[in-house]
């Protein structure tokens, strides 16, 4: 049974949610202004809470007295599902595919159609960051790179590609006041995801995380900034090209939707922690529009060509796409590779008008 309802969660006469034993998955987001508290502090007070679920590096120690917390990562153990008689979900996604979050559905809702458990779900969908626009190939849980979707028709098409039997319910984002107070970026979802522009960035500059480049963790700017000490040789490349600076229109990294520097960082964590990384700072032109995967390929396949140290090994796991890997390697033209992506997009925009809950759709830029 599916549902997408219209009204504030708490107005829900759901016996099930009056009467049984409440289960919560939520992140650091999950936090309302006309209350003050955190989801799991209100449900506490009507008595029903069982349990807290909470994504890895969300909220941290005991949350309510007497309630188990239980941290996940993308899975979650049958135990913890069994014994409730309801699971309340309240996460802010941040609308690409690499989000553990996105995984963390999916594996429940696996778990949940393997078991034949029949759980009640509650989903208090939350605006998407990343917003509509689409970008990428169709990957392993058939989502593109950047979807354009809220977590709420996510798990629209998941429960439908499954042919679940659980009850699904959809509370909408219209219905919850927190979307129309604060920005789905306020509180940020995860660390490295630190506000507006980092939507911008976060479908293309996570691929750095498949290779030996920095995207910037361990600074303030986590993908709006790239580098690595091996990069360091960049520096006087434009000079070498006769090139007016990066943002010349003939330079190999140039994008019309950005200003690009070229800079220095030092991470105060993680890769290359404490050590000088050379690279890039991408600037955001607002009203611009800016295909973050398309570039950040690009850029690799530049960084590929010109740094004999990269290394790429783990890249496919965020791509998941044997043509975009063979671009990055060289092997493929930007050209046929951009109609490829292309017809992806057009692909994914085709499907996912089944599973759209608003009145806004899915979009790609030309």
């Excluded at 996105?102 to 029949?118: C, E, P, R, V």
């Excluded at 975009?324 to 057009?346: C, M, N």
């Amino acid at each position: 049974m599916f549902s997408f309802r219209t009204t504030p969660f708490f107005a829900q006469e759901d016996t099930v949610l009056r009467k049984g034993r409440i289960g919560v998955l939520c992140n650091q987001a999950a936090w309302h202004p006309e209350t003050g508290e955190y989801l799991f502090e209100t449900i506490a007070r009507t008595g029903r809470l069982q349990r807290i679920l909470t994504p890895e590096h969300s909220l941290y120690g005991t949350l309510v007295d007497g309630v188990e917390t239980v941290e996940v990562t993308t899975q979650v153990e049958r135990r913890h599902l069994e014994d409730l008689d309801a699971l309340v979900v309240e996460l802010q996604d941040v609308g690409s595919r690499y989000s553990n979050y996105t995984s963390l559905i999916y594996n429940i809702f696996k778990l949940l159609k393997a078991t034949g458990i029949q759980l009640p779900v509650y989903i208090l969908d939350r605006l998407n960051p990343s917003g509509r626009q689409i970008e990428g190939t169709l990957g392993i849980i058939g989502l593109p790179h950047r979807h354009g979707l809220t977590l709420g028709e996510v798990a629209n098409m998941f429960y439908t590609e499954m042919n679940a039997r659980f009850p699904l319910h959809i509370i909408s984002a219209g219905a919850q006041q927190v979307n129309k107070e604060l920005m789905a970026w306020t509180i940020p979802p995860f660390s490295d995801f630190a506000g507006l522009f980092t939507s911008h960035f976060y479908s293309g500059q996570c691929l750095w995380m498949g290779t030996n480049v920095s995207y910037g963790h361990g600074t303030n700017r986590p993908f709006e900034q790239f580098g690595a000490p091996f990069m360091e040789p960049l520096f006087d490349y434009c000079a070498k090209q006769s090139l007016k600076g990066w943002n010349d229109p003939s330079s190999p990294i140039a994008n019309e939707a950005l200003h690009i520097r070229w800079t220095r960082f030092v991470p105060a964590y993680g890769i290359y922690s404490g050590e000088v990384c050379f690279g890039f700072q991408l600037m955001f032109i607002p009203g611009v529009q800016y295909h973050a995967l398309n570039h950040a390929l690009q850029i690799m396949r530049f960084v590929a060509d010109t740094c004999p140290r990269f290394e790429c090994s783990s890249l496919n796991r965020y791509l998941e796409d044997a043509t975009l890997e063979s671009f990055v390697s060289g092997a493929l033209p930007w050209d046929s590779t951009r109609e490829y992506i292309k017809s992806e997009e057009q692909k994914w925009l085709r499907k996912s008008k089944k599973f759209v809950l608003y009145d806004d759709e899915p979009y790609r830029i030309k």
